[in-house]
């Protein structure tokens, strides 16, 4: 029998402290790749450590659904998904009913419109501190955050004088574990609150008067003929903002680190940025922001011979996944030309990311905007963990930066 301390894969704190447990999801895919878990202080689950196992998880909606808890919090918050009604809360057939009236934003057309206004972010962010020579920044701080953030805010049409509260609300959720980032008080059930409060106003505003923005699209969409519910248009506003912000900030935050990290890997970028797609993929790989989403078992069944029971919690740990090593070569190197990749970053099947167009597109550019002004950069401190088990990454990451002048624009 496999002995483990199951909070080693849940205890936000020892993320913040150690990183990912990579070595024991490792020693869970060889060992017992479906294992119960009864971590203290959350309810129990069977995690879920290989590939396999989670892609055919995620394309059988039917025997694991959607519609029981989606993320993996602390006992106190585990049952917070009652408020919401969001489409990573629905199952077949509403599923594809409510995701269609998002899907048409994140369509190659409408991602090739929108990688005009990425570039001239990215362009902004740089120049702004190539002007400084050889600057000491926070990368989180200065590009990673700003760039998702002005990006999510402006594609559902908030004004630009709400973002510094449209990231609070996203860091609150995400970061509701870490002490910097969380609410002062009350916890994400008040963010929430919160944000539904902020996008009643909006919503009702977009019905009066649409906009060309997906608020519009959201408040004034018709789901199997009857105009979207309350909850299902609050939701999706709220979905959108969150999910669209701190994932992204991380995959930009920890691929940058990672670069840094693989100093081999960063001059063959470098030198050749016709391996910019391919490292977009390896740099996904190897973040993962998204540590865990779950799954109920909605009858009793069996995985790998381990016998379910209606009603139990899988949590699909997508890093381990992106590591294993019946379907990588070498699954612990970060190789910018990494091809086939065929990671889970963003899931698969039914609830495959909305957004993984858009977030592709953000690292893409940045890293076609960054390579080729790149002088210099070095770690310039120490960087600091975000204290969470969901959307993982660093809170800071110091560095010097020296950047030239624009070659294209
Ligand atoms: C690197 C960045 C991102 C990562 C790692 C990520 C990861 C994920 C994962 C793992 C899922 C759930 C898959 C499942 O349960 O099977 C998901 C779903 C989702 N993501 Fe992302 N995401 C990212 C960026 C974005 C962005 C930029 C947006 C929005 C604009 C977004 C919106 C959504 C939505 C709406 C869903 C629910 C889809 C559904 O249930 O059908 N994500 N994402």
Same mark, same amino acid.
């Given at each position: 029998?496999?002995?483990?301390?199951?909070?080693?894969?849940?205890?936000?704190?020892?993320?913040?402290?150690?990183?990912?447990?990579?070595?024991?999801?490792? =020693?869970?895919?060889?060992?017992?790749?479906?294992?119960?878990?009864?971590?203290?202080?959350?309810?129990?689950?069977?995690?879920?450590?290989?590939?396999?196992?989670?892609?055919?998880?995620?394309?059988?909606?039917?025997?694991?659904?959607?519609?029981?808890?989606?993320?993996?919090?602390?006992?106190?918050?585990?049952?917070?998904?009652?408020?919401?009604?969001?489409?990573?809360?629905?199952?077949?057939?509403? @599923?594809? *009913?409510?995701?269609?009236?998002?899907?048409?934003?994140?369509?190659?057309?409408?991602?090739?419109?929108?990688?005009?206004?990425?570039?001239?972010?990215?362009?902004?962010?740089?120049?702004?501190?190539?002007?400084?020579?050889?600057?000491?920044?926070?990368? !989180?701080?200065?590009?990673?955050?700003?760039?998702?953030?002005?990006?999510?805010?402006?594609?559902?049409?908030?004004?630009?004088?709400?973002?510094?509260?449209?990231?609070?609300?996203?860091?609150?959720?995400?970061?509701?574990?870490?002490?910097?980032?969380?609410?002062?008080?009350?916890?994400? #059930?008040?963010?929430?609150?919160?944000?539904?409060?902020?996008?009643? =106003?909006?919503?009702?505003?977009?019905?009066?008067?649409?906009?060309?923005?997906?608020?519009?699209?959201?408040?004034?969409?018709?789901? &199997?003929?009857?105009?979207?519910?309350?909850?299902? *248009?609050?939701?999706?506003?709220?979905?959108?903002?969150?999910?669209?912000?701190?994932?992204?900030?991380?995959?930009?935050?920890?691929?940058?680190?990672?670069?840094?990290? &693989?100093?081999?890997?960063? #001059?063959?970028?470098?030198?050749?940025?016709?391996?910019?797609?391919?490292?977009?993929?390896?740099?996904?790989?190897?973040?993962?922001?998204?540590?865990?989403?779950?799954?109920?078992?909605?009858?009793?069944?069996?995985?790998?011979?381990?016998?379910?029971?209606?009603?139990?919690?899988?949590?699909?740990?997508?890093?381990?996944?992106?590591?294993?090593?019946?379907? $990588?070569? #070498?699954?612990?190197?970060?190789?910018?030309?990494? =091809?086939?990749?065929?990671?889970?970053?963003?899931?698969?099947? #039914?609830? $495959?990311?909305?957004?993984?167009?858009?977030?592709?597109?953000?690292?893409?550019?940045?890293?076609?905007?960054?390579?080729?002004?790149?002088?210099? !950069?070095?770690?310039?401190?120490?960087? =600091?963990? !975000?204290?969470?088990?969901?959307?993982?990454?660093?809170?800071?990451?110091?560095?010097?930066?020296?950047?030239?002048?624009?070659?294209? @624009?």
């Amino acid at each position: 029998m496999l002995e483990f301390d199951p909070l080693d894969l849940v205890e936000p704190s020892r993320y913040a402290e150690r990183g990912r447990p990579d070595a024991l999801f490792a =020693k869970l895919r060889r060992e017992a790749p479906v294992v119960f878990c009864e971590p203290e202080g959350y309810e129990p689950f069977w995690a879920i450590t290989r590939h396999e196992d989670i892609v055919a998880i995620s394309r059988d909606p039917a025997r694991f659904s959607n519609t029981g808890r989606i993320a993996l919090l602390k006992k106190h918050e585990d049952d917070l998904i009652r408020n919401v009604r969001t489409i990573i809360n629905m199952d077949p057939p509403d @599923h594809g *009913a409510y995701r269609a009236i998002g899907n048409r934003w994140f369509v190659p057309r409408n991602l090739r419109r929108l990688e005009d206004r990425v570039r001239a972010l990215a362009q902004e962010l740089l120049d702004g501190i190539a002007e400084r020579g050889a600057a000491r920044i926070d990368f !989180i701080q200065e590009i990673a955050v700003p760039l998702p953030m002005r990006m999510i805010c402006g594609l559902l049409g908030l004004p630009a004088k709400d973002e510094p509260f449209a990231l609070r609300l996203s860091n609150e959720v995400f970061g509701g574990d870490d002490p910097d980032m969380k609410r002062a008080e009350g916890g994400r #059930e008040k963010t929430i609150a919160e944000a539904f409060g902020y996008f009643t =106003k909006l919503l009702a505003d977009r019905r009066r008067e649409p906009r060309e923005d997906l608020l519009s699209v959201i408040a004034n969409a018709e789901v &199997h003929g009857k105009p979207i519910g309350d909850l299902e *248009a609050l939701s999706y506003a709220f979905i959108i903002l969150a999910a669209g912000i701190d994932t992204t900030r991380n995959a930009l935050g920890s691929g940058i680190e990672a670069l840094l990290a &693989h100093p081999d890997q960063l #001059e063959r970028l470098r030198k050749d940025p016709s391996l910019i797609p391919t490292a977009v993929e390896e740099i996904l790989r190897w973040t993962v922001p998204a540590n865990q989403m779950l799954r109920t078992a909605t009858c009793d069944t069996q995985l790998r011979g381990v016998p379910i029971l209606k009603g139990d919690t899988l949590v699909l740990f997508y890093p381990s996944a992106n590591r294993d090593e019946s379907v $990588f070569d #070498e699954p612990d190197r970060f190789l910018v030309d990494r =091809k086939p990749n065929p990671h889970l970053t963003f899931g698969i099947g #039914e609830h $495959f990311c909305l957004g993984a167009g858009l977030a592709r597109m953000e690292i893409r550019v940045l890293l076609e905007e960054l390579m080729p002004r790149l002088r210099s !950069i070095r770690l310039d401190g120490t960087p =600091k963990r !975000i204290e969470t088990n969901l959307i993982v990454g660093w809170k800071q990451l110091p560095i010097e930066l020296e950047l030239g002048a624009a070659s294209n @624009h």
